[in-house]
Protein backbone atom coordinates (compact mmCIF):
# COMPACT_ATOMS: atom_id res chain seq x y z
CA UNK A 1 0.00 0.00 0.00
CA UNK A 2 1.51 3.57 -0.90
CA UNK A 3 1.94 5.93 1.82
CA UNK A 4 0.64 9.72 0.88
CA UNK A 5 2.95 12.50 1.44
CA UNK A 6 1.76 13.85 4.69
CA UNK A 7 1.89 10.43 6.50
CA UNK A 8 5.86 9.73 5.20
CA UNK A 9 7.31 12.88 6.10
CA UNK A 10 4.81 13.00 9.07
CA UNK A 11 7.19 9.45 9.98
CA UNK A 12 10.26 11.40 8.56
CA UNK A 13 9.94 14.29 10.75
CA UNK A 14 8.63 12.22 14.10
CA UNK A 15 11.04 13.49 17.13
CA UNK A 16 12.54 11.76 19.59
CA UNK A 17 12.50 13.77 23.06
CA UNK A 18 13.84 13.76 26.87
CA UNK A 19 10.17 12.42 27.16
CA UNK A 20 10.85 9.11 25.51
CA UNK A 21 14.25 8.43 27.33
CA UNK A 22 12.85 9.40 30.51
CA UNK A 23 9.78 6.87 29.90
CA UNK A 24 12.51 4.34 28.98
CA UNK A 25 14.66 4.71 32.10
CA UNK A 26 11.37 5.32 34.40
CA UNK A 27 12.78 8.79 35.53
CA UNK A 28 11.46 12.35 35.03
CA UNK A 29 12.26 14.02 31.87
CA UNK A 30 13.39 17.17 33.54
CA UNK A 31 16.65 14.56 34.96
CA UNK A 32 17.26 13.58 30.83
CA UNK A 33 17.24 17.45 30.56
CA UNK A 34 19.74 18.49 33.71
CA UNK A 35 21.70 15.54 32.69
CA UNK A 36 22.36 17.27 29.06
CA UNK A 37 23.30 20.78 30.46
CA UNK A 38 27.00 21.42 30.64
CA UNK A 39 28.65 20.13 33.81
CA UNK A 40 29.72 23.56 35.55
CA UNK A 41 25.94 24.86 35.31
CA UNK A 42 24.13 24.93 38.62
CA UNK A 43 21.30 22.72 37.80
CA UNK A 44 23.75 19.58 36.32
CA UNK A 45 22.97 16.16 37.13
CA UNK A 46 24.57 13.31 36.43
CA UNK A 47 22.41 10.83 33.44
CA UNK A 48 20.52 8.29 34.70
CA UNK A 49 22.03 5.02 35.08
CA UNK A 50 21.35 2.50 32.34
CA UNK A 51 21.04 5.84 29.77
CA UNK A 52 23.18 4.32 27.41
CA UNK A 53 21.02 1.12 26.57
CA UNK A 54 18.17 2.75 26.73
CA UNK A 55 18.90 5.28 24.39
CA UNK A 56 20.75 2.04 21.95
CA UNK A 57 17.33 0.36 22.26
CA UNK A 58 15.52 3.96 21.19
CA UNK A 59 17.87 4.24 18.33
CA UNK A 60 17.17 0.53 17.14
CA UNK A 61 13.58 1.19 17.19
CA UNK A 62 13.78 4.67 15.25
CA UNK A 63 15.89 2.83 13.01
CA UNK A 64 13.51 0.47 12.25
CA UNK A 65 10.68 2.60 12.02
CA UNK A 66 12.65 4.96 9.28
CA UNK A 67 13.49 1.49 7.48
CA UNK A 68 10.28 0.08 7.25
CA UNK A 69 9.55 3.67 5.51
CA UNK A 70 12.00 3.76 2.99
CA UNK A 71 10.91 0.12 2.02
CA UNK A 72 7.27 1.61 1.80
CA UNK A 73 8.81 4.66 -0.49
CA UNK A 74 11.22 2.15 -2.38
Do not use: H, N
Not at 17 to 22: H, I, K, V
Not at 23 to 30: K, N, P, S, Y
Amino acid sequence: MPVDFKAATDALFAKTGPEDLAAELGCAAQSIRQARMDGDKGGFRAPPPGWEAAAAKLARAKAVQLQKLAERLS
